[in-house]
């Protein structure tokens, strides 16, 4: 007698025409399933074989879609959004010395972060982005926004050595921010980093006590470095080192440490970066507008270090916009080599995706779409005539498609968005809270 079957009862069978799950490589499934129970990956495998194994309470048909992983913005300032264009077309200390910091001291308090996290939270997971890794002020206003839209997110322990409307010194920092991180312990979707803003912003003291929680705490490090070229020549002038040497003389460098920008460096740079097994986040469009230069990710991709792709804050980008960043990266790293190969389309959604994850210690849990991981994923459209036709799904996503094609969006099983609608927050209320700050900031 033939064994029977054994069908097991899921919550949700998503169904796609294409499925590109990061890990293995290269990858693009068709007409394939995902299986997910209690917010995990149960399975990846065709259609046909899912839907005699599995008895799922709902089916999620995506009949003209790729489903991938989830985004992961490896930097973003979230509550900076309620400061969209308010001083474009200036370089980095420029807008942050005669526009940003001001407007921050007057402005900076827990319903801001509260608010403006909101907001951003909203535009990330409309495009595609299930993870953040956010470095800013008041990080407990900032896990309550999270928290209520369904965003997964690493919040930065923000580490300065002059006051600002959150902190007195660095020590407070440290303080406020480690008591936010004993409050938000046991949320499954809130984590926390130790965040010192920049070299030129941090002391030698202090970097040295971010490095010993670091290690006592197991936490990544998410620092501003080697944005532009003044911060380089300072740091010589000041240290009589490179950013990079003094933090790696400190004791910093290491697989935690994620560098944001990493515009400006040299091969020796490079070098001491990859001996560390350190990540990038590349930024590409703040990068460009603030013009701080043209990262060189190509060869920091030869060195195989980790590279990650953030979209920087709406104040120095405007747009919270994966798929703009991947796009600017594969095209620039082409541009600053001559090279038509560099950083091709997997490679890009890998480091979106799976790279990004891996830069925050959580590779284990999201960034690929295999059994075992959380269900964070996102489905794009590929219906509508100015897409088509589609002979390289991959290729689309890089070239091709932007965050308007995202349809829906997963965090841990948990949809967030459906047909582009946000499920956990109303685009009026949002619209409200923009409007509110908006004059508020004017005045």
């Given at each position: 007698?033939a064994?029977?079957?054994?069908?097991?009862?899921?919550?949700?069978?998503?169904?796609?025409?294409?499925i590109i799950?990061?890990?293995?490589?290269?990858?693009?499934?068709?007409r394939?399933?995902?299986?997910?129970?209690?917010?995990?990956?149960?399975?990846?495998?065709?259609?046909?074989?899912?839907?005699?194994?599995?008895?799922?309470?709902?089916?999620?048909?995506?009949?003209?879609?790729i489903?991938?992983?989830?985004?992961?913005?490896?930097?973003?300032?979230a509550?900076?959004?309620?400061?969209?264009?308010?001083?474009?077309d200036?370089?980095?200390?420029?807008?942050?010395q005669?526009?940003?910091w001001?407007a921050?001291?007057?402005?900076?308090?827990p319903?801001?972060?509260?608010?403006?996290?909101?907001l951003?939270?909203?535009?990330?997971?409309?495009?595609?982005?299930?993870?953040?890794n956010?470095?800013?002020f008041f990080p407990?206003a900032?896990a309550e926004?999270?928290?209520?839209?369904g965003l997964r997110?690493?919040?930065?322990?923000?580490?300065?050595?002059?006051?600002?409307?959150?902190?007195?010194?660095a020590?407070?920092?440290?303080?406020?921010?480690?008591?936010?991180?004993?409050?938000?312990?046991?949320?499954?979707?809130?984590?926390?980093?130790?965040?010192?803003h920049?070299?030129?912003?941090?002391?030698?003291?202090?970097?040295?006590?971010?490095?010993?929680?670091?290690?006592?705490l197991d936490?990544?490090i998410?620092?501003?470095?080697?944005?532009?070229?003044t911060e380089?020549?300072?740091?010589l002038?000041?240290?009589?080192?490179?950013?990079?040497a003094r933090?790696?003389?400190?004791?910093?460098?290491g697989?935690?440490l994620i560098g944001?920008h990493?515009?400006?460096l040299?091969?020796?740079?490079?070098d001491?970066?990859?001996?560390?097994h350190?990540?990038?986040?590349?930024?590409?469009?703040?990068?460009?507008?603030?013009?701080?230069?043209?990262?060189?990710?190509?060869a920091?991709?030869?060195?195989?270090?980790?590279?990650?792709?953030?979209s920087?804050?709406?104040?120095?980008n405007?747009?919270?916009?994966l798929?703009r960043?991947?796009h600017?990266?594969?095209?620039?790293?082409?541009?600053?080599?001559?090279?038509?190969?560099a950083?091709?389309?997997?490679?890009?959604?890998?480091?979106?995706?799976?790279?990004?994850?891996?830069?925050?210690?959580?590779?284990?849990?999201?960034g690929?779409?295999?059994?075992?991981?959380?269900?964070d994923l996102?489905a794009?459209?590929?219906d509508d005539?100015?897409t088509?036709?589609?002979?390289d799904?991959a290729?689309h996503l890089i070239?091709v498609?932007?965050?308007?094609?995202?349809?829906?969006v997963?965090?841990?099983?948990?949809q967030?968005?459906?047909d582009?609608t946000l499920l956990?927050?109303?685009?009026?209320?949002?619209?409200?809270?923009a409007?509110?700050?908006?004059?508020?900031l004017?005045?």
């Amino acid at each position: 007698m033939a064994p029977v079957e054994t069908v097991a009862d899921i919550d949700l069978l998503i169904e796609a025409r294409w499925i590109i799950p990061v890990q293995p490589a290269g990858l693009t499934l068709e007409r394939h399933a995902v299986a997910i129970h209690e917010g995990r990956i149960l399975a990846v495998l065709p259609i046909d074989n899912a839907r005699r194994q599995f008895r799922p309470r709902e089916i999620r048909p995506l009949t003209d879609h790729i489903l991938m992983p989830g985004l992961v913005n490896l930097h973003v300032h979230a509550a900076m959004t309620l400061m969209r264009g308010l001083a474009d077309d200036l370089p980095l200390m420029r807008w942050l010395q005669e526009a940003i910091w001001p407007a921050e001291g007057r402005h900076v308090s827990p319903g801001f972060v509260r608010d403006g996290s909101l907001l951003a939270a909203a535009e990330m997971l409309r495009g595609g982005i299930t993870t953040c890794n956010d470095m800013y002020f008041f990080p407990e206003a900032a896990a309550e926004a999270f928290s209520r839209v369904g965003l997964r997110a690493m919040l930065g322990i923000t580490v300065l050595d002059f006051p600002t409307q959150y902190a007195a010194d660095a020590d407070d920092y440290l303080r406020k921010g480690l008591a936010a991180r004993d409050a938000w312990r046991h949320d499954p979707l809130i984590g926390f980093t130790l965040a010192p803003h920049a070299p030129y912003t941090v002391s030698d003291r202090t970097f040295e006590r971010v490095g010993g929680l670091a290690e006592e705490l197991d936490l990544p490090i998410h620092i501003h470095l080697h944005e532009t070229a003044t911060e380089v020549a300072d740091s010589l002038r000041d240290h009589g080192l490179r950013p990079i040497a003094r933090l790696d003389r400190l004791g910093l460098l290491g697989p935690g440490l994620i560098g944001v920008h990493a515009v400006h460096l040299s091969p020796e740079d490079i070098d001491r970066l990859a001996t560390h097994h350190c990540s990038i986040a590349h930024c590409p469009t703040s990068n460009m507008k603030l013009a701080s230069g043209a990262a060189p990710m190509a060869a920091v991709a030869e060195r195989g270090l980790r590279i990650g792709l953030g979209s920087d804050g709406t104040a120095s980008n405007n747009r919270l916009d994966l798929f703009r960043e991947m796009h600017q990266a594969a095209l620039l790293a082409k541009l600053t080599t001559g090279d038509a190969g560099a950083l091709p389309a997997h490679r890009v959604l890998r480091m979106a995706t799976l790279d990004g994850a891996a830069a925050l210690g959580l590779d284990d849990r999201i960034g690929s779409i295999e059994p075992g991981k959380a269900a964070d994923l996102c489905a794009v459209r590929l219906d509508d005539v100015d897409t088509l036709p589609c002979y390289d799904p991959a290729s689309h996503l890089i070239y091709v498609l932007g965050r308007e094609s995202v349809s829906d969006v997963w965090v841990a099983g948990r949809q967030a968005l459906k047909d582009g609608t946000l499920l956990q927050i109303s685009n009026t209320e949002l619209s409200s809270l923009a409007r509110l700050w908006q004059n508020r900031l004017r005045q």
